[in-house]
């Protein structure tokens, strides 16, 4: 951090300098616990056998508030002094640091929000959105040209279309990511390469199943969204 803003660190009214040995061993980095080994040695050491020690007790006294001040920040909501643990790291790439404000303040916040008339609702009504948007976003990376159909019969209706993994090993994959959403979401990242996937539909997808599995050999061929009309006079 180039510029800190003071007002949210903690400014100790005195510095223990028999203690800051033990700071050293919690926090910092290797370069700052060996700093403060070396000035702890320095002024231990006897005033002859080192007559002109590495830092003076001011130097000293600054790197011991600079290290206690990194330890402790204040939560603007409770106004409490509290360790940079109780803080959330931010989640963004282009963010550095914590959150402004402590866990404990950001649980309660949270959990008054989610009390309000209407949230559940909303709440879903928000879900299922997204949750289309990202689908929509995973099935076209995965098709070819980016038209959303299966790539065996060629079925386009959404409800029933799945990615599919053309070497099998689908449910093993599935335990690594915490839901099916989370699975789109690394696809549309890039980070989930698409190259042994391919967009089924439900019937299609169990047929490549039973064949990879039992090597039986099925035609399945879609008709298109038919009514109940259209299905009479198929019989």
Known sequence: MSRVN????????????SGFADLADRVGGISQKRKLSHAFKS????????????Y?????????????????????????????TDFYRRPFKKSVGLTTYCKECVKKHTADYQKRDGFNEKMATYMR???????LKAFKKVSKNGIIKCVTCGCSFLPILQINHKNGGGRKEKKRYTSQRDF???IVKGSRKVDDLEVLCRVCNAKHYVELKYALKYTVSFLGQSDEKRLDESH
């Open 6 to 17: 003071r007002s949210l660190y903690a400014e100790p009214s005195s510095v223990n300098l």
């Open 43 to 54: 002024m231990t050491d006897d005033a002859t056998a080192n007559p002109q020690p590495l």
């Open 56 to 84: 003076s007790q001011v130097k000293l006294t600054s790197i011991v508030l600079k290290m206690e001040n990194r330890l402790l920040k204040k939560c603007p909501k409770c106004g409490q002094f509290k360790k940079r």
């Open 129 to 135: 959105t997204e949750y289309q948007r990202l689908k």
């Open 184 to 186: 789109y979401r690394h």
